[in-house]
C-alpha cells in the first residue's frame, strides 16, 4: 500500500467510518432487534445461523497473513469457532460452510472494522443470553467479552487501524469494504429470519 499520511487535522479512520456508515450501523441494530433474536432458545439458534455465516465468510480475512503483518494479533480475534462451539451447544447442526467474501486488501479493513466493532455491541446481546441460561461457557461464547475486557480491546484494534498509512483510493475502498460488511449481516438477517 502507497503510503500517504492522512492531514493532522483529520480524525482517525474509525472515527471517519463510524460517520460515514453510522445510518448502516443503525439499520443492523434495529434489524438484530425486530427479530427477537433472544425471545427463545429456537430464535436464538436462528441468530447463531446469521453470525455462522458473517463469521465464517471472514474467517479467510482474520488469516490472511498480509492483514496479519498490518494488524498484529488479527488471526486469534475471529469468532468463527466460538460460534461453531456455541451451535454445538445448543445441539444444533452446522450449517453449510459460508461463502468467503471478495474483497481487496483495502476493502478487508472495512468488513474487519464492522467485525471487530460489533464485539462492542456483543456486550448488550450478551446479557440477553443469560436470561436463556446461556453464558461465555456453553451457547453464548462468541459475544462473551474479549479477555483483555471490550473497551482495551476496542482501544487497541482502532489504534492498529487507524495507525496504517493508506492513500486516497484505499482510504474510499475501506469504507466500500464497510459499507458491503453492513449489507451482508442484513441480507444474512433477512434470509434466516424471513
Known sequence: MTVVPPPLTEP????????????????VDQLVMAARPFEDRARYGRFLQVQHRF??????????????????GLMQLSRFSAVV???????????????????????ALGWLYCSEGSNLGAA???RHTQRL??????????????????????????????GLLLDEQEEAEVLVGA??????YRAHLREVFA
Open 55 to 72: 463469521h465464517g465468510s471472514l474467517l479467510a480475512l482474520y488469516q490472511d497473513e498480509q492483514l496479519n503483518q498490518q494488524l498484529p
Open 124 to 126: 448488550f446481546l450478551f
Open 12 to 27: 482517525g479512520r474509525c472515527k471517519r467510518l463510524k460517520a460515514a456508515s453510522s445510518r448502516d450501523h443503525d439499520s
Open 85 to 107: 462451539d456455541d451451535l454445538r451447544d445448543l445441539g444444533l447442526p452446522l450449517p453449510a460452510a459460508p461463502a468467503t467474501i471478495c474483497a481487496s486488501a483495502a476493502q
Open 179 to 184: 459499507i458491503a460488511a453492513f449489507d451482508s
Open 133 to 162: 441460561g446461556l453464558d461465555e461457557h456453553h451457547g453464548a461464547r462468541h459475544l462473551a467479552a474479549h479477555p483483555d475486557g471490550r473497551a482495551l480491546h476496542w482501544r487497541e484494534f482502532v489504534a492498529r487501524l487507524d
